[in-house]
């Protein structure tokens, strides 16, 4: 009988901020790779070596070390090191699909750089593999996975065929043990034979009968073996067993079976032969929040308004390019997932600040010409960045106080309502003396302060104080020349006078107006008129909310409140928030041994803030006692403490006039450790399971989960921006900004969905529910999340299930505001229009691109459906291309896409 074969590949897991910060880590990534090219250079019989699967560790070394550019690249071309295909190894679920689409392309462009990519979807410490992700290797021209985690009982093997709901699928290789099952192998060529026996002995009936053994040499942050080419050949020469190799994945992966492997579809999220640590969803929900708004703000926004209303030079590809970086960088499995270091998860904002702010200055960059160039007579362009015709809530500015309203292009009167005042920040100043020359200076004829004056007032006070009033100029009123206001103040300046100085500017409110309906990836205008607009069917009484599609009913005993639709699916009881303790850490949520819950506040008040016509709010403040904290230690939790805080929690309930769900903003000075707080949501009728959105599908999961000796089973799942429990008759959608994790409770009768967990540790030693540590035991107060939080999430209670109910439509219309920009309105563009219209798919991407926008699509139904891409209501010109650009077919127009295809187009 033939040897079997045993691969040994040379590798290192990087994590590149974890429990130390990122620049900590590089500069043991210096050493190591110092020490890894030295390796290569003088020992041939070393092989091969793994990068990791992503190419920044590469970018972070050469960053210090430039000069080893073209020896790296001497490596990778003659196949010694692989690198790519990934930008940096991320976490699949914490983040959306278009980064995950983004981290690849990125990777695969860099490797290029380089020689190439390694050809393989290394995914070595993912905590949950999302099921579109075999279609998105596929549509990359990668045809192997290998992966660790998630893998379920049912997959007896090492090797199984790993299918994406749209039938595309990969061999997937299981690194059953770890990505760490060969580190540390003996010196000593008979004992490295007995640990291949060992491994296969371990292995048992998993281990192909015609396949090879993978023994990965590496774990995190550890240099390479040296001395491996000396054991291997001794290894070989000392008996026939066994056929080792120091290899790569590539190469080991080419020569082994596919015909007869089990087939497993959709997600892999088991924790039957390791820990998914499933709490990484809600240990910091800052973090989630932070990267929902920022890849929001990139991807439903800036880009698409980049490449439909912009022109070349308005968003420059660097910026956006850079944004990207930052969401890439952050989608690290450590870094996205917050399990780290309270430095590294400062860092994971800041990066996401800076690219949410790179967004959001180019939307306005795009927007602010393109106002330029519309005509039609209005005041305020109003924009639709995304695919589907909607109308929307905006809110402007406008000067006085006296009532108006807005009126569309076509004439339609809108639902104005003032919600505010903007405050005016006029000079106030006490100068005496020679200062008084500073405030002299700011007259510039007739401007104070760079703003127009109406007038002034000089008066003398008792104490011989000179008094200045100067009264801003309203819109379109006359100014005076303020030459005489600047020769008062230098007379009583130079008299050694106490000057003060008030500018009173005027008045301006803010108002929320009504928009109609504003076309899919299109515009409208609308300008001012005096008077008030039009009602609607908006309605406020003293404890309810109601419009055309919802009535909403607070309880001021429980403070929850009621959801009743139009055409009768009524949920009783919602937002009763649960309260318990969480012995846990950040990996996973644990409950101390003996734990309190509480889930009834001691005071509830509720109040009408806002009655229409344009959104109506109600305000619940409710009090609870909570237990200050848990009592435990880095090792477990084993109780709370009988000492109890106040809590005030006020939660805003909002409807708008010609929306179908009902908004909920809940915030709290949160000054309690040690706990997970979840808002319950009872649903019309019991349930079986949930249909919750995640990368370009919509995932159907069960009540229960699948556990193993390493964690317990927690149904405690994910979801991108909403998931929906029904029956298939009626159901109840939670929409929600940033608030990843949710289960279905109360056997199948209620949602819960996770507001926070507050835990004090990276990793806790033997917490209840998963026996083993995580992580290094690092104490984390920036967990605790000690400051005012907010939560944004919104209940959508329909008829049929979710095929039927339009839940991605309705969460752009809950998350992606429409941008308004000033207009003159004399551009020669019409008033309102459309520059794309896509039907019959979801739309993923619209992506600038000099070759030609980049438009993707998917079907997240489970049954095809036909999609249509017009311009000017004309068929568009176009060429079916995979996620590298290469073109795999023409579109005329229309394409059919079978249940969750994917497709990208370049549109000429």
Known sequence: ???????????????????????????????????????????????????????????????????????????????????????????????????????????????????????????????????????????????????????????????????????????????????????????????????????????????????????????????????????????????????????????????????????????????????????????????????????????????????????????????LDQAWRLLVLNSAHDSACACSHDDVVDAVLQRHREARHLADALTDRVLTRFAGRVGGGGATVVVNPTPAPRPGTVELEVDGDAPVHFVADDGTPCATQVVGTVPTAGVRAVVVGEKVRWVADLVRGHEFAGTGAAGFTRTVGPDGGVHYVVTGVAPGGPTVDLADLRSALLADGARDATVHVRQDLPVRSRVAVAVPAVPGFGWRTLRQVAGSGPGTALAAGPDALANAHLRVDADPRTGTFSVATADGVTVVGAGRLVEGGDGGDTYNYSPPTADRIVDTPSAVTVRVTETGPVRARLEIVATYEWPTHAVGDHRSCTGRSTETVPTEVRTTLELRADERFVRVHTELDHRVRDHRLRVHVPLPAPVTGSDAECAFAVVHRGLTAEGGAHEAPLPTFVSRRFVDAGDGTVGCALLHDGLLEYEVVDDGRAVALTLLRATGWLSRVEPALRPNPAGPPLPTPGAQLPRTLAFDWALLPHRGDWTTADLHAAADEFLVALPVAPTAGTGPLPPAGAHLEVTGAVVSAVVPDPAGTVLRVFNPLPHPVTCTVQRAARPVVATEIDLLGREVGAFGGTRDLGPAEIVSLRLA
Not at 181 to 194: C, F, I, Q, S
Not at 201 to 209: S, T
């Open 1 to 319: 009988m033939a040897p079997r074969a045993v691969a040994v590949v040379p590798h290192t897991h990087w994590d590149r901020e974890w429990y130390e910060p990122y620049q900590t880590f590089r500069l043991r990534l210096v050493e190591l790779f110092d020490g890894l090219l030295d390796l290569l250079e003088h020992d041939p019989s070393y092989a091969r070596f793994l990068l990791d699967g992503q190419t920044v560790v590469l970018d972070d070394y050469l960053a210090v070390r430039p000069e080893r550019t073209a020896a790296v690249a001497d490596l990778v071309r003659s196949g010694r090191v692989s690198i790519g295909p990934w930008e940096c190894l991320m976490d699949e679920a914490m983040v959306s699909g278009e980064t995950l689409v983004r981290d690849l392309q990125r990777g695969i462009a860099r490797a290029a750089d380089f020689g190439g990519a390694m050809p393989v979807g290394y995914l070595p410490d993912m905590f949950t593999h999302v099921a579109q992700m075999p279609q998105l290797l596929r549509l990359a021209g990668l045809e192997h996975a290998v992966l660790w985690r998630g893998v379920p009982a049912a997959i007896d093997r090492t090797a199984f065929w790993w299918e994406s709901p749209d039938g595309s699928r990969v061999r997937t290789e299981h690194l059953y043990g770890s990505y760490a099952n060969g580190r540390d192998l003996p010196a000593d060529p008979a004992e490295l034979v007995d640990r291949a026996r060992a491994y296969e002995a371990e292995l048992g009936p998993r281990a192909l009968p015609d396949g090879g053994l993978l023994l990965m040499n590496g774990t995190d942050h550890r240099p390479p073996q040296p001395g491996l080419g000396r054991v291997v050949a001794a290894a070989n020469a000392l008996q026939d067993e066994y056929r080792f190799a120091v290899t790569s994945l590539p190469e080991y992966l080419a020569t082994q079976p596919t015909t007869g492997l089990p087939v497993w579809r959709g997600e892999l999220r088991s924790g039957a032969s390791t820990n998914v640590l499933m709490g990484v969803a809600s240990n910091r929900v800052d973090v989630h929040q932070a990267c929902a708004a920022a890849e929001r703000a990139v991807e439903r926004v800036a880009e698409p308004t980049a490449a439909l209303f912009g022109r070349p030079d308005d968003a420059p590809a660097p910026l």
